[in-house]
């Protein structure tokens, strides 16, 4: 049986590490199993409902939203990769859907509350924002994911999705749509930590490391690493704990064996944080060049890279366009 599995990104500027564990590299892990129908999308409608007075910030993401993907290994003729706004049957089911749900069922999702109060809207919330978890429900449900790969902070959406589809099926007594599972990061895969060890990594806190960085990029970043606070001189006993560097080095060196001699050379004294930085930067540097090589060769060729939205979004439409016609038998205004 195909697993029909739909993921994305909003397009609010180039992709870093997190991105990258996170979800990127299970993505490219997904695609290669014969049994994963995987669509990726751009979600630029979902990123204008806090976007709305800055649109070319959403337009001139899209583009490098799309390299990166590229780059890391997302291939068209396995993956459909589409623009969310080039699909005009996602709003219209998202209006259907908006007609089951609440606004306090809205108010409640745990996800929204923290969003909101992290952007500060107050009271002065765009709607568009607000309902955003029904917009989702209706991306999900327009391909009929049988899987959605989120982090833990989404749960509260697929699981409001999941009860969107249980109360359309009830309501119009079908089984047309599918009621979605959630799948989560694997263990130790979850969201990384930002450079400077104050949270995640994340574009609006400007900790992070993009996969499009240059090798000089990349190293002034490391090399401004937090460490440990307490590790003065090179002598000193260091504290591996909530150290960045050997957080990142868990995740990307091969050699483990290396990084636990690291770790334990660090605790006991007499290993310097420039010299771990510079492992990690050796480490780091492997890892992105030919990421960031491939990316250099697609935007030589941008065409080829729009080419590539444009099928996509053309092929997404179809399978939506399908399960509108379907949605919209079931509630019976298919009129004519």
Not at 17 to 28: D, I, K, M, P
Not at 299 to 318: C, F, P, R, T
Request: proline share 5%; hydrophobic share 35%; charged share 25%.
């Amino acid at each position: 049986m195909t697993n029909v599995i739909l993921t994305g990104d909003r397009p609010t500027g180039k992709l870093h590490l997190g991105h990258f564990v996170g979800s990127l590299r299970n993505r490219v892990r997904m695609q290669a199993d014969p049994d994963n129908d995987l669509y990726i999308m751009v979600a630029d409608q979902q990123a204008l409902t806090d976007n709305a007075r800055n649109p070319k910030k959403v337009q001139d993401s899209i583009l490098q939203v799309a390299l990166d993907y590229l780059a890391v290994g997302i291939d068209p003729a396995k993956t459909t990769l589409f623009i969310q706004s080039q699909i005009p049957q996602l709003p219209e089911l998202t209006l259907y859907f908006l007609n089951l749900v609440t606004t306090s069922r809205l108010k409640r999702n745990p996800t929204v509350k923290s969003e909101i109060q992290q952007k500060d809207f107050k009271s002065s919330i765009p709607a568009g924002f607000f309902i955003y978890p029904v917009s989702q429900a209706a991306d999900i449900a327009a391909f009929k994911a049988s899987h959605v790969p989120v982090g833990d902070d989404q749960k509260p959406m697929i699981e409001q999705t999941r009860e969107i589809v249980r109360d359309f099926n009830s309501t119009y007594q079908t089984d047309v749509l599918v009621e979605p599972d959630i799948v989560l990061p694997p263990k130790g895969q979850g969201r990384l930590v930002g450079i400077d060890g104050s949270g995640k990594m994340s574009k609006s806190l400007g900790n992070g490391i993009y996969l499009s960085d240059s090798e000089d990029e990349i190293q002034k970043k490391v090399m401004s690493m937090y460490t440990d606070p307490d590790h003065i001189h090179v002598e000193d006993p260091g504290k591996v704990e909530g150290n960045v560097v050997f957080t990142y080095l868990d995740v990307f060196a091969q050699d483990k064996d290396k990084v636990q001699d690291l770790k334990d050379h660090y605790r006991a004294g007499g290993l310097g944080d420039v010299k771990l930085k510079r492992y990690l930067n050796e480490v780091l540097q492997a890892q992105l060049k030919p990421i960031r090589d491939r990316r250099q060769e697609l935007e030589a060729n941008l065409d080829y890279v729009y080419s590539i939205l444009k099928d996509g979004s053309q092929a997404a439409e179809k399978i939506a366009s399908q399960t509108l016609d379907q949605v919209k038998e079931a509630m019976g205004i298919n009129y004519f």
